[in-house]
């Protein structure tokens, strides 16, 4: 890769900075949620299912409005203590995917050498709640959660966020995911120099499962990686840059709070 210019690494989040769950784990974890809100628990699962993009779009609000729709949509009333329950069933799975990550070792060594750090995820409001909390959120300087910004990739406006929230043009950008979705080709559309990332035997998944169904970006070609570390002899040193240049700013809803240090 040509390092020239670099000064910020944004990351992709499921499957690449932590894993993203079998499909059976995500089935298994909604069952329970609907058995918790007295509903049946397979209709619930497809209610989840069925959901997906309007929930990462953040078309449902928070978790519990999030919860108590969705038990709704499938015939049930539930209770407080309902909600609360399935809820907190959801975000612990969530928050144990985020403490199962092998990227801390790469994003301390980035931040070491001066680079900015940035995430731009396709999420629902579960991630945003567990987010404090996330041993990732220390060793990140801005975050794009699509449900808050109500853009997906490969949309630009999900790059363009991050970029802004971190003050830097997206030509200074080095973007790192496993390629759902087109993200790569879409960090391209932009400016942006793209890396794939491919977690040693993510590609051993049952060709059935859902997950390795995912468009996994086959028309983009480019540099691959199996080990978050091997960024750090890509990328090299960030550049440095004289303050009284401009930057390029777009408008929208910059999500600024990348660590547990904010005050959001």
């Known amino acids: 890769m040509d390092e020239a210019g670099v000064r910020a690494v944004l990351f992709d989040l499921h499957d690449t900075l932590v894993p993203s769950g079998h499909p059976a784990e995500h089935a298994a974890v909604s069952r329970a949620m609907g058995?918790?809100?007295?509903?049946?628990?397979?209709a619930f699962v497809a209610a989840v299912e069925e959901t997906f993009d309007e929930r990462v779009r953040g078309l449902m609000a928070d978790v519990h409005h999030t919860v108590r729709y969705l038990?709704?949509?499938v015939g049930g009333s539930p209770t407080e203590s309902q909600v609360e329950s399935a809820i907190t069933?959801?975000?612990?799975?969530?928050l144990s995917l985020h403490a199962a990550t092998w990227a801390l070792p790469a994003l301390k060594s980035l931040r070491k050498r001066g680079f900015k750090l940035g995430l731009v995820a396709d999420c629902g409001a579960?991630?945003?709640?567990?987010?404090?909390?996330?041993?990732l959120a220390e060793h990140l300087d801005a975050v794009s959660f699509s449900c808050q910004t109500g853009v997906r990739k490969p949309d630009s406006g999900a790059y363009l966020v991050a970029a802004a929230a971190?003050?830097?043009?997206?030509?200074?950008?080095?973007?790192?995911?496993?390629?759902a979705d087109r993200e790569l080709s879409g960090a391209?559309?932009?400016?942006?120099?793209?890396?794939?990332?491919?977690?040693?035997g993510l590609d051993e998944r049952e060709e059935g499962d859902a997950a390795?169904?995912?468009?996994?970006?086959?028309?983009?070609?480019?540099?691959?990686?199996?080990?978050?570390?091997?960024?750090?002899?890509?990328?090299?040193?960030?550049?440095?840059?004289?303050?009284?240049?401009?930057?390029t700013f777009v408008s929208g809803?910059?999500?600024?709070?990348?660590?547990k240090r904010s005050s959001r």
């Open 89 to 94: 069933r959801r975000l612990n799975y969530v």
């Open 166 to 179: 971190l003050e830097v043009r997206t030509g200074e950008c080095v973007y790192v995911g496993d390629g």
């Open 126 to 135: 579960d991630t945003v709640a567990i987010w404090p909390e996330s041993p």
């Open 35 to 42: 058995a918790d809100l007295g509903v049946d628990p397979d």
């Open 188 to 200: 391209e559309a932009v400016g942006m120099r793209a890396v794939r990332f491919r977690a040693r």
């Open 253 to 259: 809803n910059v999500v600024p709070w990348g660590s």
């Open 71 to 73: 038990a709704r949509r």
């Open 212 to 247: 390795a169904a995912f468009d996994l970006d086959p028309e983009w070609s480019g540099p691959t990686i199996s080990d978050l570390s091997e960024l750090v002899g890509m990328v090299g040193l960030p550049i440095q840059r004289d303050g009284s240049e401009s930057r």
